[in-house]
Every structure is written in C-alpha cells, then in structure tokens.
Nanobody
C-alpha cells in the first residue's frame, strides 16, 4: 500500500508562485511514475503533469506547460510541482497520484494511488 500526502497549497494572487509537495510512503516510490491532477468545482479531475521514475521524462497539460514544473527527489520519496505565473483558472484541489506500472499516462483511471488533495486558490 502506498500513502501519498500533499502539502503546500494556499491562497495567492494572480502572477504569484507556489510549490506543492507530495510525500510518499514505501521504498517502491522510486519505481513509480508520479503525477499531479487537479479538480475545480463542478469540473472533472484533469491531468496536470507527470514524471517518470528516474525523472528523465516529463509530460504537461497544454494549459500549464511553460508555467509549471514537476520534479522528484527519490531519496526523499517526494514529488514536487512548482507553479509559476498562476492564474485564477488554476484554482482547484490538486492531487498527487502514483502509477505502479511506471508509464507516463494522463488518464485518471490509470493511476493506482491518490493523495487527499491540497487546495490552491488564485485570486485576480
């Protein structure tokens, strides 16, 4: 069983930055693809970014490419999401997810473990 705990959310103004963290339990973390998803009120959960187990491959949603950066520290069992130039439309609950098969994928149903989420609110 893998437990994921997100942190770092908050209320910021448009143009500000935030860094989210996701701490994972278990030594197998370093073999998992890790991803961030988000869900705004009244909308479906959507893919934001993913990173391969060694960190050499990343994938981003078009809406965040160039503004968000995903990274990981396998020694600390932690994945990060650096969010710059935040916009009001980035407001959502952000979730960390793990894919034990190690593929870079964008579908919600393809991830095996989820965190509880952290709220990010961007005011205009």
């Amino acid at each position: 069983q893998v437990q994921l705990v997100e942190s770092g959310g908050g209320l910021v103004q448009a143009g500000d930055s935030l860094r989210l963290s996701c701490a994972a339990s278990g030594r197998a973390f370093r073999s998992y693809t890790m991803a961030w998803f988000r869900q705004a009120p009244g909308k479906e959960r959507e893919f934001v970014a993913a990173i391969s187990w060694r960190g050499e491959t990343t994938n981003y949603a078009a809406s965040v490419k160039g503004r968000f950066t995903i990274s990981r520290d396998n020694a600390k069992n932690t994945v990060y999401l650096q969010m710059d130039s935040l916009k009001p439309e980035d407001t959502a609950v952000y979730y960390c997810a793990a894919d034990i098969r190690g593929y870079i994928r964008v579908g919600v149903s393809e991830y095996d473990y989820w965190g509880q989420g952290t709220q990010v609110t961007v005011s205009s």
